[in-house]
């Protein structure tokens, strides 16, 4: 990536975590465009150029890091089996990024309750799951480049992509509503991938509960 790319990305980074930061602190209606861009550095117009709402802006925070775990997968030894591949991968994207160490959250009680608020915001959701049409696209031509497998005509990538980013999912809805900084994410995301290389057996001691 040139320099010209790198300060595109830093812009982008910067006005995403700027939405997410501002939005959980006032509210998804308490919150302007201009707003974002100057909390970043930069104008509402240069804020048009990169997202086309606030929204778009919240959700891309969530397809970079997706998008990070599939190039990350492509780096992987090819000799590395897949699910553990896929373990280190996703462990890539984490850890505090200079935007965030910049501007950490101040409370992590009020922190965690305005991030449930914002991924309840209609738009967020739609734009959400938009961008998580994307990763998941970018996530199958990953392990399709893995496995030999066709990301187009073969089942087995689209499944893989599938699982891995309902894993994220939940893993971000049972950290919310347990109270928990997303910072535990890693660790929980890790343990679910983990569980579903092990073919996501039963708890210990749920065994015969539905007979």
């Known amino acids: 990536m040139g320099l010209r790319e790198r300060k595109k ?9 700027a939405a997410i930061r501002l939005i959980v602190e006032r509210g998804y209606d308490g919150v302007l465009v201009e707003d974002i861009a100057a909390e970043a550095g930069v104008s509402a117009r240069t804020f048009n150029n990169y997202f086309s709402s606030k929204a778009e802006a919240v959700a891309s925070r969530h397809l970079d890091r997706c998008l990070q775990v599939a190039s990350a ?12 591949a896929i373990s280190q991968a996703v462990m890539a994207p984490f850890g505090p990024p ?3 160490a910049a501007h950490p959250p101040r409370d ?3 922190w965690v309750a305005g991030l449930r608020l914002m991924l309840a915001v209609p738009a967020i959701q739609a734009e959400t799951l938009r961008a998580s049409a994307d990763a998941e696209a970018a996530l199958a031509a990953a392990v399709a480049a893995r496995t030999a497998t066709d990301p187009e005509s073969d089942l087995y990538p689209k499944l893989v992509a599938a699982i891995v980013m309902a894993a994220t999912t939940a893993a971000t809805k049972h950290l919310l509503s347990a109270g928990c900084h997303l910072t535990e994410m890693k660790p929980q995301l890790v343990t ?8 996501l057996p039963e708890p210990p001691g749920t065994s015969g509960h539905g007979d």
């Open 9 to 17: 990305q830093a812009t982008r980074t910067a006005l995403s975590w």
């Open 73 to 84: 997968l492509r780096e992987r030894p090819a000799a590395e089996p897949l699910w553990e």
């Open 98 to 100: 200079p935007e965030v």
């Open 108 to 110: 992590a009680e009020a």
């Open 192 to 199: 679910a991938l983990q569980q579903i290389a092990a073919g």
